[in-house]
DNA sequence: GTATTGCGCTAGTTAAACTAGAACAATAGG
DNA sequence: CCTATTGTTCTAGTTTAACTAGCGCAATAC
């Protein structure tokens, strides 16, 4: 599993995490029942303190995407909704947002507002 | 023009303050060529500092939705793109994305992720 | 039993948001 | 020309969230 993080980033370290990480489950790249690094490992390996992992891992499994367990670890949920219409009406949203000049931060607070 | 904020929230007051400013333009319930409240005065009825309005006034212009002069204030660009698909499209990921049950946040960051 | 792993706590540092106040420059209008 | 209005720019202080650091504890696996 492939995760950059930009240090310098307006978004937190926590929420770039949780985000690449709800990109990969829900795009597939990682299955359902897959087991994810452990924090430890993973803020070793990305230069980041263990807190900043499990407060991003937390986030996932507040939205459902992950279970975590002690002893076990963090593990993909076995619950797959189908994401298809999801991810296509993203891709579309990107795409009008994109032609018509909206920078990214415009477009988060545009759906924003709609969810409201 | 209606605008509500909530000091609690975790968003930024500027970005709540934007948010709100643009789903108005965007949506047409302020026209091309009309002045939004002066800072000061805007910043006095919200209870909220000068320099917070500006931020967000500031925010709008660099999106190219306003245009800023001292001694003229906030007028809302005359640029008047058409915004039509890309609310037809918001709508659609925001249906979406409450059907599938996917909050706010993870919506925003899914986006984030999609526009990368 | 032992190592692994998430959970919980305290504590300190850093950066962003917000507030406050002031002076300044461009515009509008009498 | 004169004056009020309005955005721009600066300094400065407070508050809060993010991040880091380290420690012990509890549940799981082997």
Chains 1, 2 share one sequence.
Not at 41 to 70: F, P
Not at 96 to 112: F, H, K, T
């Amino acid at each position: 599993m492939l995760i950059r993080l930009d240090p310098a980033s307006a978004t937190p370290l926590f929420d770039q995490l949780a985000g690449s990480i709800r990109a990969s489950i829900i795009s597939g790249r990682v299955a359902a029942g897959e087991r994810l690094p452990a924090a430890r490992d993973l803020a070793t390996s990305l230069d980041v303190n263990v807190h900043t992992i499990l407060r991003a891992y937390q986030e996932l499994r507040d939205e459902g995407l992950i279970e975590l367990r002690r002893g076990r670890g963090a593990i993909v949920a076995s619950a797959p909704r189908d994401f298809g219409d999801l991810t296509a009406a993203i891709d579309s949203v990107v795409a009008e947002a994109r032609a018509s000049g909206v920078p990214p931060a415009a477009l988060a607070a545009l759906i924003r507002e709609a969810y409201q």
